[in-house]
């Protein structure tokens, strides 16, 4: 599909925890500086342990969150922004922890009534997501190396994606709420969605960057390190028209963490998927075909075109690009998340009411107070 997005899970989230290092480096570093700014003068027991404790935000019957899990997933969501040129205004953070916080509850509630069937899917979707993002990454390699810059480990990754997704197989089941087949065909076959099963010319390509820009705060490097730059990528056209290995260059040279690893080859791609720049190169050019320098906000590019695919209507049988499922399961999953999500609030306040879940931070309380009334206020204004 090209306009539904329906891959909802932590996976997408997760991808953008591994574009800055861990929030705990920051932390580490003030409480390493704190006893010097206190002008030599000791802190006692309770002021240590009011700077350095972690204590529990929210508990029910059989859970505990601690501040320290909610810090992890905040941090993910302040390094998306980052990712994305953005800031988050200091007014929202609260409000968005406070969501965070919210669906966190959510899910310990679900995985206290997952059953056999319920964790075994779980497992089988997180499957799929870790293999979705090591295409995405490149390698393996590639992944665990992002991973490691936020203080995660693959294994504490994979077990984060595995509690989420069988959290979501207990809501579903517990919901009745599964889409059928015959509302998957039904789904496909109205006109109104025609557009979604538009696959457009697509160009599969191999890539060598030299960045121009900082990869973190995305400023531009200084004059003469651009300058080297074109140096170092006019030789590597060069060795290139001069028969050497495209992919072998790839790997030893580029700056690309997407492709490196993979000899410089991305996942098929369209138009609107890539720089104009890049596409305007690429859908010009014939199979393995070698671009010239290409210059583009990220730096300079060097492309070999591996193949080129017409626009096609996609089938239900078809596989989504860079993930291990079909067409017709990502309807699916799509149908089934408007059902769940329709009927899920009024079951999910009966589990928390049952649970007796209560909120002790106060800032926390008050901004899922809030959340609830602006979502209760949207649905009786959608009505």
């Known amino acids: 599909m090209k306009k539904q997005n329906v891959l909802i899970s932590l996976a997408a989230f997760a991808a953008a925890l591994f574009t800055l290092p861990c929030a705990n480096a920051a932390s580490s570093t003030n409480a390493t500086n704190a006893p010097a700014s206190a002008a030599g003068k000791t802190k006692s027991a309770d002021e240590m342990t009011a700077l350095f404790a972690d204590p529990v935000i929210a508990k029910g019957k059989g859970f505990e969150i601690k501040r320290s899990e909610l810090d992890q997933v905040m941090t993910g969501v302040k390094s998306a922004a980052v990712a994305r040129g953005q800031m988050i205004p200091a007014a929202q953070m609260n409000m968005i922890a406070g969501?965070?916080?919210?669906?966190?509850?959510?899910?310990?509630?679900?995985?206290?009534?997952?059953?056999?069937?319920?964790?075994?899917?779980?497992?089988?979707?997180?499957?799929?997501?870790?293999?979705?993002?090591?295409?995405?990454?490149?390698?393996?390699?590639?992944?665990e190396r992002q991973i490691k810059a936020t203080g995660m480990t693959m294994a504490e990754l994979r077990a984060k994606l595995t509690d989420e997704n069988t959290?979501?197989?207990?809501?579903?089941?517990?919901?009745?709420?599964?889409?059928?087949?015959?509302?998957?065909?039904?789904?496909?076959?109205?006109?109104?969605?025609?557009?979604?099963?538009?696959?457009?010319?697509?160009?599969?390509?191999?890539?060598?960057?030299?960045?121009?820009?900082?990869?973190?705060?995305?400023?531009p490097l200084p004059t003469d390190q651009q300058q080297a730059k074109r140096k170092q990528i006019d030789d590597l056209l060069k060795r290139i028209r001069g028969?050497?290995?495209?992919?072998?260059?790839?790997?030893?040279?580029?700056?690309?963490?997407?492709?490196?690893?993979?000899?410089?080859?991305?996942?098929?791609?369209?138009?609107?998927?890539?720089?104009?720049?890049?596409?305007?190169?690429?859908?010009?050019?014939?199979?393995?075909?070698?671009?010239?320098?290409?210059?583009?906000?990220?730096?300079?590019?060097?492309?070999?075109?591996?193949?080129?695919?017409?626009?096609?209507?996609?089938?239900?049988?078809?596989?989504?690009?860079?993930?291990?499922?079909?067409?017709?399961?990502?309807?699916?999953?799509?149908?089934?998340?408007?059902?769940?999500?329709?009927?899920?609030?009024?079951?999910?306040?009966?589990?928390?009411?049952?649970?007796?879940?209560?909120?002790?931070?106060?800032?926390?309380?008050?901004?899922i107070a809030e959340a609830a009334s602006a979502n209760a206020a949207g649905t009786m204004h959608g009505k």
């Open 243 to 367: 028969g050497a290995d495209f992919a072998a260059l790839a790997k030893q040279y580029s700056e690309d963490p997407a492709s490196k690893d993979n000899g410089g080859e991305l996942p098929p791609l369209s138009r609107e998927q890539m720089g104009t720049e890049l596409a305007a190169a690429a859908f010009s050019m014939t199979n393995n075909q070698v671009s010239d320098v290409i210059t583009t906000v990220y730096g300079y590019h060097i492309i070999k075109l591996l193949d080129k695919t017409p626009p096609k209507r996609v089938a239900l049988t078809d596989k989504v690009p860079s993930a291990d499922i079909t067409v017709a399961d990502r309807i699916k999953e799509f149908l089934t998340l408007q059902k769940t999500e329709k009927l899920a609030p009024a079951y999910l306040e009966k589990l928390e009411k049952a649970d007796d879940v209560q909120i002790l931070d106060p800032d926390l309380k008050a901004a």
């Open 99 to 143: 969501q965070l916080l919210d669906r966190m509850i959510q899910d310990r509630l679900l995985l206290q009534k997952a059953t056999d069937a319920d964790k075994s899917n779980g497992v089988q979707r997180t499957t799929i997501q870790m293999k979705t993002l090591i295409e995405r990454y490149g390698s393996q390699e590639a992944l």
């Open 167 to 219: 959290a979501q197989a207990v809501k579903v089941r517990e919901l009745n709420a599964a889409a059928t087949d015959a509302e998957v065909k039904q789904y496909y076959d109205d006109t109104n969605h025609a557009a979604d099963f538009e696959q457009p010319e697509m160009v599969q390509i191999r890539n060598i960057l030299l960045l121009t820009i900082d990869p973190v705060t995305r400023t």
